[in-house]
């Protein structure tokens, strides 16, 4: 594993701090506990998802947002992370961890712990679009299922398609999103901002937004369905060595 402030890092010149929400309740999910303390095969989502952070060899400093009464534990595991609490929406949580990062940090990752199994080559193409210039960056992935827009729902609950959405405009975007430090501040300084990720924000300040490749392995765990794809996928054994 890479040590955050790896020397290659701090070498390539940029500093980078990586927030990573993990204090929602993950009630879709239908676990005991808050989704990020759902278990992966013996380590919580929380531990599988900043391993893979650290392992990325980007981050300078990383700071994880849990809900309240799971700080302590969350202290105990990730010790090498900065932790504090959450809120009761996503961006709230995010605006503590950008509180929590400081001011040294130059390039912002906003990262859901919900997304553990994301490749170290999306966080690289995500700081490397931002170094070249781009202040908000996604990385996100072609759409393939054919899209129905609908009306808003009947009293009845019954839906009626009235649109059928051009696909090949759409992406699905993921996580990290990286920011360069002004564009996150920027885009989280009306505190009644509420938004499902970061980068809807920076467009509601008429902040560009740029997209680069994701990856299907940085697939959000929502459902009990997503649980048990990224659950077999971590306990597959790893490819022979040639
Ligand atoms: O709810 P959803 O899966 O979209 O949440 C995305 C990420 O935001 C998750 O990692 C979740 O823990 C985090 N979150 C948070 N604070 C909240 C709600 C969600 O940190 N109040």
Same mark, same amino acid.
């Given at each position: 594993m890479t040590a955050i402030g790896d020397p290659d890092t701090v070498a390539a010149g940029v500093t980078v701090g990586v927030i990573i929400? &993990? &204090? @929602?309740? @993950?009630? =879709? $999910?239908?676990? !005991?506990? !808050?989704k990020a303390f759902v278990d992966l095969h013996g380590r919580t989502i929380l531990e599988v998802c900043v391993a893979g952070v650290v392992d990325a060899g980007v981050a300078t400093t990383v700071v994880v947002v849990v809900p309240a009464d799971l700080v302590e534990r969350a202290r105990g595991l990730v010790p090498d992370a900065i932790v504090v609490a959450g809120g009761a929406h996503r961006s709230d949580s995010v605006r503590a961890g950008i509180d929590a990062a400081g001011s040294a940090s130059e390039v912002l990752l906003v990262h859901d712990a919900a997304r553990p199994l994301t490749p170290s080559a999306v966080f690289g193409r995500v700081v490397a679009a931002v170094r070249s210039g781009h202040p908000a960056v996604v990385p996100g992935l072609p759409v393939t299922d054919t899209l129905k827009q609908i009306e808003p729902r009947s009293a009845a609950g019954s839906e009626r398609v009235v649109a059928t959405v *051009? =696909? *090949? $405009? $759409?992406r699905a975007v993921q996580t990290p999103q990286g920011f360069t430090r002004d564009a996150l501040l920027a885009a989280h300084a009306d505190t009644s901002g509420l938004a499902t990720d970061d980068a809807g924000l920076a467009e509601r300040c008429g902040i560009p937004v740029h997209v680069v490749a994701g990856d299907p392995l940085a697939l959000k765990i929502t459902t009990p369905w997503d649980l048990r794809i990224v659950r077999d996928i971590v306990a597959e054994p790893p490819p022979p060595v040639e």
């Open positions: 929400p &993990a &204090a @929602g309740s @993950g009630t =879709r $999910l239908g676990e !005991p506990v !808050p *051009d =696909r *090949d $405009l $759409l």
